[in-house]
Nanobody, 128 residues
Framework: QVQLVESGGGLVQAGGSLRLSCAASGRTFSTNAMGWFRQAPGKEREFVAARTWSSGNTYYADSVKGRFTISRDGAKNTEYLQMNSLKPEDTAVYYC?????????????????????WGQGTQVTVSS
């Protein structure tokens, strides 16, 4: 079991920044990657960013490339999503997720089914 707790959401004006955190605990030794997804009202959950732990490879949705950065503090077992130049269309509940299939797993990190555990979500609201 892995537990994930997100924090850092809030209300920000368009053009502003927020940093989301996702603290992981439990059986994290088999983590392959962590990802961030978001879900706006009435829409499906969509991929935002992911980062593999062993290689540090990063993946981003086209809509956030150049604005969002995913990173990790290994000592704190915490994943971050730095969000800059926020737009009203970034408004959503943001979820972090973890893939615990080990360091040799290779798959589609954009797919929700790739991940085994999810956090509770944190609301991000961007006003125009």
């Amino acid at each position: 079991q892995v537990q994930l707790v997100e924090s850092g959401g809030g209300l920000v004006q368009a053009g502003g920044s927020l940093r989301l955190s996702c603290a992981a605990s439990g059986r994290t030794f088999s983590t392959n990657a962590m990802g961030w997804f978001r879900q706006a009202p009435g829409k499906e959950r969509e991929f935002v960013a992911a980062r593999t732990w062993s290689s540090g490879n990063t993946y981003y949705a086209d809509s956030v490339k150049g604005r969002f950065t995913i990173s990790r503090d290994g000592a704190k077992n915490t994943e971050y999503l730095q969000m800059n130049s926020l737009k009203p269309e970034d408004t959503a509940v943001y979820y972090c997720a973890v893939n615990t299939k080990g360091p040799y797993y290779s798959g589609n990190y954009h797919y929700t089914g790739t991940y085994d555990y999810w956090g509770q979500g944190t609301q991000v609201t961007v006003s125009s």
